[in-house]
């Protein structure tokens, strides 16, 4: 049996994609997604606007301490010998220590203990300066003006009693030299409370929080930005959209547009047959001088319809007066629970290794049948180990030598030994995609055929419809157009006891 004799590869594919993708595609995409990206911006803007108003409103007042040192006390040093700047450091923390805001409690005497002050007071310095900012938040801006300096007074005053501590302690222990202890005393005095000014903290006017505005913004702002990232990600791994598309980036060309029964639909016959005829058309023009008229079905993605797209095919032929046998080579066996029939005693390949009887290995589907004499069988392959290639190709041969045309249902590539061996021996290969889905099976179908060294011979792109077939007048082909049978066609008479028959009605 001869195959195509251009092969496509893995390489060409990538070159390919390449190609594609490099396409000026971006600015029509950017603004189809502007619209979302847009309304999501606008969404979370509102959203963050209105939860920020929602909050109570706060006050924050600030007042200034000014340093007079800028190292520690020490009362027999009057050097001190610290860091200047970890010093003003240290003393920022000092302020929001328990001791300080303890003492700040007292000066404000409204009955809040200093540790409930802790999370409403922060103390930061300026950088490059003796200076600390003293901020207090407060529902009141009259209170927090109050804390606020209430804390820097706390602090000159916990201060001072440190000094004055340690300038005590030193001055007992030099107390056998009076002129050591008058010097510790004037170190203390000059040293006082360690600040030279304290700038009191004004009333504010305005909330320091809620912002609503600020935080619109802010959020509106992160929220364009991932939108915006995820719609590009998006774009860089979306899957294709439209028949030309799908087709495109399986490899072939678009056959056409077929519909399907939903899953729930027992139709034997899938609906608009003569959309059906014009793809088998399609495909005899596909097929090369010396091809043989076999044709694989394999589903690309989830939820195609592959095997209602065989059966419509199957009926279309037979519609044409053909003889028609469809092989399931499915790993879960659905075409035949689709129509009805039982697994036949014999599989395929071994009616030519062993039986070499045809009808023990067909079932025939009456469902299928036409007036124009038309008949559709189906057979099944083991869908254990493939059988080998030269097995699989006159189990192929002998199917055409009594019939015009061989479909086979593979089911997806990666899930059947027995459908990827047939790889080799089918005349053509059919991609079945559901519209709008496609994206990294395409791709993985495209690598398996380029691993058999074959292309892709069409695509047939479903889509799922609830009407039942209503089409079984598909007009007969042409005399020119009719594939010759090299023998002669299965036997058609529906009471010959030699062919079992079968009831077709059951969905996959």
């Not at 847009?38 to 200034?64: F, H, K, M, N």
């Not at 774009?235 to 519909?259: F, H, I, K, Y």
């Not at 004499?373 to 059988?387: E, L, Q, T």
């Not at 045309?405 to 559901?434: E, H, M, T, Y």
Request: proline share 7%; aromatic share 4%; net charge neutral.
């Amino acid at each position: 049996m001869t195959t195509s004799p251009q092969y496509a590869s893995t390489g060409d594919f990538a070159d390919e994609d390449d190609r594609r993708s490099s396409g000026s595609g971006l600015l029509p995409f950017l603004l189809r997604a502007a619209v979302p990206v847009a309304l999501i911006t606008l969404i979370v803007g509102y959203v963050a606007y209105s939860r920020s108003a929602e909050r109570p409103d706060s006050y924050s007042a600030t007042a200034q301490v000014v340093l007079s040192s800028s190292t520690n006390f020490s009362p027999v040093d009057a050097g001190g010998g610290s860091n200047p700047d970890r010093y003003v450091q240290n003393q920022a923390e000092i302020m929001t220590t328990v001791g300080v805001l303890d003492q700040a409690a007292v000066i404000l005497n409204d009955g809040v203990p200093g540790s409930d002050l802790r999370g409403s007071i922060s103390a930061e310095p300026v950088s490059a300066s003796d200076v600390i900012n003293v901020t207090a938040e407060a529902a009141d801006p009259a209170l927090a003006a109050r804390r606020a300096d209430a804390v820097a007074n706390a602090y000159a005053q916990f201060t001072a009693v440190q000094v004055n501590a340690l300038a005590d302690q030193a001055a007992e222990a030099s107390a056998s030299n009076p002129d050591e202890v008058l010097q510790i005393r004037a170190r203390a005095a000059s040293f006082g409370d360690g600040v030279q000014v304290t700038q009191p903290a004004s009333v504010p006017s305005d909330p320091s929080s809620p912002t609503p505005s600020r935080d619109a913004y802010l959020a509106a702002a992160v929220a364009f930005l991932l939108s915006a990232g995820l719609a590009l990600s998006w774009r860089s791994r979306r899957r294709p959209s439209g028949s030309d598309n799908l087709a495109a980036d399986a490899g072939g060309p678009l056959l056409g547009e077929v519909s399907v029964p939903w899953s729930g639909s027992g139709a034997a016959v899938p609906p608009r047959l003569s959309e059906y005829a014009f793809a088998l058309q399609a495909l005899r023009y596909r097929l090369r001088d010396g091809d043989a008229p076999t044709f694989m079905l394999a589903e690309v993605g989830r939820g195609t319809g592959a095997t209602s797209a065989v059966l419509g095919l199957a009926a279309a032929a037979a519609a044409q007066g053909r003889s028609v046998v469809v092989v399931d080579a499915t790993s879960d066996g659905r075409l035949l629970r689709r129509v009805g029939a039982s697994t036949p005693p014999v599989v395929l390949t071994d009616s030519v290794t062993r039986t070499g009887d045809l009808h023990q290995v067909l079932r025939r589907v009456p469902a299928l049948d036409s007036p124009a004499g038309g008949s559709v069988h189906v057979a099944h392959v083991s869908r254990g180990a493939a059988a080998a290639d030269d097995v699989l190709e006159r189990s192929l041969a002998a199917l055409l030598r009594s019939c015009d045309i061989v479909l086979v249902d593979a089911g997806p590539l990666g899930s059947s030994a027995a459908a990827f061996a047939l790889l080799g021996p089918v005349g053509a290969v059919v991609a079945v995609v559901r519209g709008k889905r496609g994206g990294r099976e395409l791709k993985e179908f495209r690598r398996r055929l380029a691993l058999a060294g074959r292309e892709c011979a069409g695509v047939l792109v479903t889509r799922h419809s609830w009407l039942p077939s209503s089409e079984r007048d598909v007009p007969p082909p042409a005399a020119a157009d009719r594939l010759p049978a090299s023998a002669p066609a299965l036997e058609r008479d529906r009471g010959a006891a030699t062919e079992p028959t079968v009831t077709a009605g059951r969905p996959s």
